[in-house]
């Protein structure tokens, strides 16, 4: 049995869902799952130690920044806990050449791409509105808080990449492709369907990954759609590949093989990844008003770390790794947290700094103004 | 070798402010590869109204490049293609079709330098048709250049004459910061005359194109004709207007502007757009603050009335007109 993306139960047999492990972690390919089995197939244990790795890392790291939150020091948490899978395993699909575009829910894949998690928190803590340099931390681009606004910048990005001949020229090594991540919510924006039918009328390098966590806030899947999402991208025409999001290695072998395509020339895809936001939508939100404990129930049952912990039992893994990680994760929580905490804010001069590239005199007048006003207080107590 | 340098080409040329823009962008074209240009109808047709004209025959279709119909996405995969080391240029069709792509313009087109904290630039460039007299059905004859000029981040120019439009279009192509630039579509087909050797006048300065004592009237785009037919009525009576092409709605070049209201003690400023909330209102503000004492009458403004642009049949009792504007300067002097 598996769960559609609008709740429905279906039959596994009837499933178009990739999956590879089945929620109690047995390796059990669905008949979905036949042509993504060589992209499986590249993975070595070293990869799969490395994904349960991130997976708990960021576990860890998003259970403390929740805390921080609570305790004054954020202005807001964005929650990630139980969509771990499918982020790790799409972004290890993707190469050092390539480019994503997160929503704002995708910390780990920032992590894998070099970020450091201290960077999200900044942005989270009020003292910069983006908080990194994309081309210094593995082409993860700032987060967008308008849903759906970066799809058309990812489509627009991947145009570039066309237009100045850097994909689709054979070589794997170098060929870049971009990847964008949005969810279920995100997919009724007028923006996400403008970006699928320019991406596919000009057969973008991209992969459109939508994670369908099954909630916008409070409103559930159905609301957005009747029908399952992926089905959407063939009326845009492009493929449509559904996923069982929890699954970690069916998340990186559909997206291994969608970037691939997008590489190589074959044009854009979109992923609907079927997960489950465990946690609030932000730590504004209260979850407990609108939904079910017996479907929160039944997804904390296919919790993905816990699924591929017990597939890697089964491979023989020494407890001792499984506890190296937790230690790493816990190490990681703390380091990131005593570094929040010295976060310290900006210059007042950030409000006109960055505005424009060259001087606009209201900026430079209202700057200089602001510094002679704030000034004049000086010494005035004394 | 661009045309700039070959030998023997005309130094002057009598266009009208289409012709003016197409030559505009297409030198822009010839000087920077990565310069684009984006929009719906402007490659083998184009545009509407023949600005891109000849463009995608000359330089094909990865530089010319006819897009899905969808304002938003023109915009925002512009951005992505800034951020790729683009200057893209995007034709809105009409003033009253960018809404779509407001969001994308507002939220991210002119916010995204500033979330980078100076890590991009965006150098794109939003072309939009725009103003009345054309006699045109609903969203087509609008003026909503106050909307862009609010929004910080954004620079917003519009020429009202074709040596201007040649210059300013190539200017705003090589600014690092988005522009959007309003073009009086009214005034595409009347001729003047372009001097390719100079600009003469920076992006956003303003200017004065007629000089005299009694008023100081100020306009962009189309009204700055208008102004003008309204000096050579108020010089049949006497009254000298002194009149000021804005050129630059943001930032404002209120240099050129205090210096006339130093002079005259009387301002009106006139625009095609809603009086409420207006370009018009902000520099009547400004002028008030900053040249008080030099005032001997109020700032007045002769704006559209604040309603949605009537049918078209009634337009010529909504647009600023010579008389609207002789009625201001009689206002004004009476003081």
Redesign the interface.
């Known amino acids: 049995m598996s769960v559609t993306s609008n709740g429905a139960t279906v039959r596994t047999d009837a499933s178009p869902t990739v999956q590879l492990l089945s929620a109690d972690g047995t390796f059990a390919p669905s008949d979905a799952a036949a042509e993504f089995l060589p992209y499986f197939d590249r993975l070595t244990e070293a990869d799969y130690r490395t994904f349960y790795r991130d997976m708990v890392v960021v576990r860890k790291f998003d259970t403390e920044a929740a805390n921080l939150q609570r305790q004054g020091q954020l202005a807001l948490w964005v929650p990630s806990h139980g969509q771990e899978a499918a982020q790790v395993g799409s972004a290890h699909a993707t190469r050092a050449q390539d480019h994503i575009f997160p929503s704002y829910r995708e910390h780990v894949v920032g992590m894998i791409r070099g970020l450091d998690m201290v960077d999200i928190l900044r942005m989270l803590r009020g003292v ?3 908080g990194w ?2 081309e210094e931390h593995g082409n993860f ?2 987060y ?1 808080l ?1 849903l759906a ?1 970066q ?11 066309q ?2 001949g850097s994909t689709a020229t054979g070589n794997p090594e170098t060929d870049q492709a971009v990847i964008v991540y949005y969810g279920d919510g995100a997919s009724s924006q ?2 996400a369907n ?2 699928l ?2 991406a596919a ?1 000009y057969q973008t390098p991209q992969v459109f990954f939508m994670q369908n966590n099954h909630w916008a806030i409070s409103v559930p899947v159905s609301r957005q759609s009747r029908s399952p999402l992926y089905l959407r991208a063939g009326g845009f025409g492009m493929p449509g590949i559904q996923v069982d999001g929890n699954d970690v290695l069916a998340s990186y072998a559909v997206t291994a093989k969608a970037m691939d395509d997008a590489r190589a020339g074959h044009g854009p895809s979109l992923i609907e990844a079927l997960t489950y936001r465990v946690g609030a939508h932000t730590t504004a939100d209260d979850p407990t008003k609108y939904r079910d404990p017996a479907e929160l129930a039944y997804w904390v049952a296919r919790d993905p770390i816990v699924r591929f912990r017990s597939y890697l039992e089964g491979l023989g893994i020494e407890q001792e790794f499984l506890d190296s990680v937790d230690e790493e994760a816990a190490d990681h929580a703390a380091d990131v947290r005593r570094r929040a905490l010295e976060i310290t804010s900006p210059e007042r001069s ?1 409000i006109f ?6 001087p ?4 430079v007048e209202q700057k200089a103004w602001l510094d002679a006003y704030e000034t004049s207080f000086d010494g005035s107590e004394s | 070798m661009t045309s700039r340098d070959t030998i023997a080409a005309p130094t002057t040329a009598n266009l009208p402010m289409a012709k003016a823009l197409t030559a505009g962008l297409r030198q822009a074209m010839l000087d920077d590869p990565k310069v ?1 240009m984006m929009g719906e109808d402007i490659g083998p047709l184009g545009g509407v109204f023949r600005v891109t004209e000849g463009l995608h025959a000359e330089f094909g279709e ?1 530089r010319v490049l006819d ?2 119909l ?1 304002e ?2 023109i ?12 200057r893209p240029v995007c034709e809105i069709q009409f003033d009253g079709f960018v809404f ?1 792509g407001f ?2 313009i507002t ?2 087109l002119a ?1 995204m ?7 991009v ?2 150098p794109v460039v939003v072309r939009i048709p725009y103003g009345g007299h054309i006699g045109s059905i609903e969203h087509h004859q609008e003026s909503p250049e106050a909307y862009f000029a609010h929004t ?2 954004l ?1 917003v120019v519009s020429p009202s004459n074709p040596h201007d439009a040649y210059w300013m279009m190539q200017e705003a192509i090589t ?3 988005p522009v959007i630039f309003f073009e009086p579509k009214s005034r595409y087909w009347p001729k003047g005359v372009v001097d390719f050797t100079a600009a003469g006048t920076p992006l956003h300065a303003s200017k004065v194109v007629r000089t005299g004592t009694s008023v100081t009237v100020v306009g962009h785009g189309a009204m700055v004709s208008v102004l003008l037919q309204a000096a050579e009525l108020a010089a049949a009576e006497s009254i000298s207007l002194e009149v000021i092409d804005l050129r630059s709605i ?2 404002i ?1 209120y240099g050129p502007i205090l210096e006339s209201v130093h002079k005259t003690g009387h301002l009106v400023v006139a625009q095609e757009a809603a009086g409420f909330v207006s370009v018009g209102s902000e520099i009547a503000a400004t002028v008030t603050e900053r040249a008080f004492y030099s005032l001997e009458a109020p700032v007045l403004r002769v704006s559209g009335f604040d309603t949605p642009f009537p049918p078209a049949a009634v337009e010529t009792h909504f647009l600023p007109s010579p008389d609207r504007v002789l009625e201001a300067i009689d206002r004004s002097l009476a003081y």
């Open positions: 910069t509105l983006g340099t994309p681009h700032l967008t308008v606004s799809t058309l910048h990812a489509t627009g990005y991947a145009m570039g990449m237009l100045d007028g923006d403008e970006a039918v320019f009328s950030v700094d960055n505005v424009y590239a060259e606009h005199p209201l900026v | 684009l990865k897009t899905p969808a938003s996405g915009i925002g995969t512009a951005i992505g293609l800034a951020m790729r080391g683009f779509p969001d994308q939220s991210q916010r330098r500033n979330r980078h904290e100076g890590g630039i965006m910080p981040g620079r600014s690092n910061d943001s930032p070049d």
